[in-house]
């Protein structure tokens, strides 16, 4: 219903005011403007109200992106921390390994993936654009993760060469330490028992009782077993690999054959004094690249006798198991 202010005009014969009455057609024109400004004034103020506070669908998407904002920016600080571990640990470590086992480190810009180098924390800023901020980060860990998973994988092998290398090089004495007697010669010159002059002595005598056990000083291949009366007399040597030999003279008996192959702490023979020998004891050489080396270079006398039993024990137990 309109409610419309009533008009009077004044009637100067009846001196009275008399209300003017609008006839149907001009009561409905004034009905259509009514509506038409009512409708202008609604759809302003919609209009107003959606610019000033949004309508219900914007302010849901706008939630929405401001909650994956949040979400990104979190994902952008963890992938940050993990770039930081990567760093401080992983690069740092895998370049110590790689020093340890004498390989080439990797250059920074190798690590960086040819990046440019590493972002600092407090350059990522919410000014740039977030998404791209992360997808960069995202690509660069992953070039890294691949290149550092590359240099893991060949220190591992390294360090399997280096391990097997290690379990190939003379390093324990031949002669249980509660069984030797003494060393009566050491490497270098010295008054031939026989000839009573200087000579050079190639290895180490370990003097020990008759019969005493005599052990593979490395992992190897017997390659030579030499039964004789003359010289080293009863002999056995085995190739090591990696440029080692090691021989073992004057045996009362032999027990392995040739293309044996043997393990450190492996029973091998017994002291004798087959040969040019003054008493029992066992004549022990090491060689490298064909050449005599100083024994004593090379075998660990830290072992304590339990130590060195552990040793014969373990390589006990991997002889059973070959030999199966």
Known sequence: MIFRKKKYHFDPVTLTFEEIKSDRKTRGGEFIIYVAVSMMITVMVGFLLNQVFGSAESIILENRLFSLDQQMQGLLNKGHQFS????????SRDNSYRAILQIDTLSENVREAGTGGYVPRNQFSLNNDISDTLGNLITKLNFQLQIQTGSYETVYKKALEHQTALSHIPAIQ???QKDLIMISSNFGLRSDPFLEQQEVHCGLDFVAADGKDVYATGDGTVTLVKESRIGYGNEIFVDHGFGFGSRYAHLSQILVK????VKRGQLIGKVGESGRATGPHLHYEVLYENKPVNPSFYFDNSLSVDEYQGILKLASSKTRTDLK
């Open 84 to 91: 930081s571990i990567l760093h401080n640990d992983h690069f």
């Open 174 to 176: 031949p002669i249980s």
């Open 258 to 261: 040739e293309g044996l192959i």
